[in-house]
């Protein structure tokens, strides 16, 4: 299996300030042959379900503010809210799908300082 | 746009069989991949299980032994049974869509809180 660390476990940023969230795979989740990352990133707000930040290591979801960006490659991956805004505050995981069993981080948590 | 509703049983007794359902709306099931991912309140995402109408199935390994997955495509519905609950298994299940078998998950359901307890 695949397994997902995310570090930290949780942050807290001041509004308007820049929050970064490391997640690392204990291998790679490269596939050479699409030169493409298997991992996207959720954000999961309180009573909601995930929801679909970053596919691909790199690549926002349509509607996703530009705050957020994603990258690494290989085994190191990070997601960035530039600018962390109020409405940013949520749980966030990042998740590998080049094979099963699909595995997600432990997610980190991001709070208002 | 898809939409995802989960439906389920919200308590079970341990020992018994837990069985939920997935009504997908706003597209046909016979397109793409259906997961179910569980999470037990307080805690992270646990992916269980996969299929496809094509009758591709991919199971959690950890869960593997106690877990069926199935679609009806006639109703439009994928359905998840596990078999011999514990209070381990309490959690919100969520069913999800994925485009294909190597995409992330881009549709959620609003998730159906399952508790286990006599």
């Known amino acids: 299996d695949i397994v997902m660390t995310q570090s930290p476990d949780s942050l807290a940023v001041s509004l308007g300030e820049r929050a970064t969230i490391n997640c690392k795979s204990s291998?790679?989740?490269?596939?050479?042959?699409?030169?493409?990352?298997?991992l996207g990133w959720y954000q999961q707000k309180p009573g909601q379900p995930p929801k679909l930040l970053i596919s691909w290591a790199s690549a926002r979801e349509s509607g996703v503010p530009d705050r957020f960006s994603g990258s690494g490659s290989g085994t190191d991956f990070t997601l960035t809210i530039s600018s962390l805004q109020a409405e940013d505050v949520a749980v966030y995981y990042c998740?590998?799908?080049?094979?099963?069993?699909?595995?997600f981080g432990g997610g980190t948590k991001v709070e208002i300082k | 746009q898809v939409q995802l509703q989960e439906s389920g049983p919200g308590l079970v007794k341990p020992s018994e069989t837990l069985s939920l359902t997935c009504t997908v709306s706003g597209q046909s099931i016979s397109n793409n991949y259906w997961s179910w991912i569980r999470q037990p309140p307080g805690k992270g995402l646990e992916w269980v299980a996969y299929t496809s109408a094509g009758g591709s199935i991919n199971y959690n390994p950890a869960l593997r032994s106690r877990v069926t997955i199935s679609v009806d495509t006639s109703k439009n519905q994928v359905s998840l049974r596990v078999d011999s609950v514990t209070a381990a298994d309490t959690a919100v299940y969520y069913c999800?869509?994925?485009?294909?078998?190597?995409?992330?998950?881009?549709?959620w359901g609003q998730g159906t809180l399952v508790t286990v307890s006599s």
């Open positions: 999800a869509r994925r485009d294909n078998i190597m995409t992330p998950f881009d549709s």
């Open positions: 291998q790679t989740i490269l596939y050479s042959s699409s030169n493409k990352n298997y």
């Open positions: 998740q590998q799908y080049y094979n099963a069993p699909l595995t």
